[in-house]
T-cell receptor, first 112, second 113 residues
Framework: DAGITQSPRYKITETGRQVTLMCHQT?????MFWYRQDLGHGLRLIYY???????DKGEVPDGYVVSRSKTENFPLTLESATRSQTSVYFC???????????FGPGTRLTVT | GEDVEQSLFLSVREGDSSVINCTYT??????LYWYKQEPGAGLQLLTY?????DMKQDQRLTVLLNKKDKHLSLRIADTQTGDSAIYFC?????????????FGGGTRLMVKP
């Protein structure tokens, strides 16, 4: 049971480049989430998805784009990376009707 | 708006009890959670409590909820060095977006041998 995986685990990119962070879950959970973790801010919600083709903005969506063409995948794209997007990004998922949210291992992104 | 606050740091000796505190603001929260994050890892769900409960015990973990004061605590009995980690509390409001969590900033627990 692979659970929820993220790739890459580490990424260094330059300002202005487009970068996509991948999230894949094997549980067929309906709900998926993207968070960023920064010192002093805990985790903040970027985007979430209730099902395939249904996505919505969270607390800090500016500069990010998501898609969800398949239930199991929820990629997060930084269209033009900025230094302020240097962070650790976590993907999470929740089954329908559950109150438990499960997290992936995270992707550490550095924008130079 | 929602806001969850935690103290930044707690240091205890091995074998002592640890108490990590959290305050939240949204009185309509459905569930309140405790997550553990070890260095370089994702968040691990430790336990959660429904908002109409006062206490939940799970082995060495005891969660206390004071809904009137919007105060949540996590007590770890017989704290071990392996408990050293960052602990996050979170509140949730279940809506059509599923279970949306708002996290505190995390409390770093250091356990001294």
């Amino acid at each position: 049971d692979a659970g929820i995986t993220q790739s890459p685990r580490y990424k260094i990119t330059e300002t202005g480049r487009q970068v996509t962070l991948m999230c894949h879950q094997t549980w067929s959970h309906s709900y998926m989430f993207w968070y960023r973790q920064d010192l002093g801010h805990g985790l903040r919600l970027i985007y979430y998805s209730a099902a395939a083709d249904i996505t919505d903005k969270g607390e800090v969506p500016d500069g990010y784009v998501v898609s969800r063409s398949k239930t199991e995948n929820f990629p997060l794209t930084l269209e033009s990376a900025t230094r302020s997007q240097t962070s650790v990004y976590f993907c999470a998922s929740t089954p329908t009707g559950s109150y438990e949210q499960y997290f992936g291992p995270g992707t550490r992104l550095t924008v130079t | 708006g929602e806001d969850v606050e935690q103290s930044l740091f707690l240091s205890v000796r091995e074998g002592d009890s640890s108490v990590i505190n959290c305050t939240y603001t949204d009185s309509s929260s459905t569930y309140l959670y405790w997550y553990k994050q070890e260095p370089g890892a994702g968040l691990q769900l430790l336990t959660y409590i429904f908002s109409n409960m006062d206490m939940k015990q799970d082995q060495r973990l005891t969660v206390l909820l004071n809904k009137k004061d919007k105060h949540l605590s996590l007590r770890i009995a017989d704290t071990q060095t392996g408990d050293s980690a960052i602990y996050f509390c979170a509140e949730s409001l279940y809506n059509n977006a599923g279970n949306m969590l708002t996290f505190g900033g995390g409390t770093r627990l250091m356990v001294k041998p």
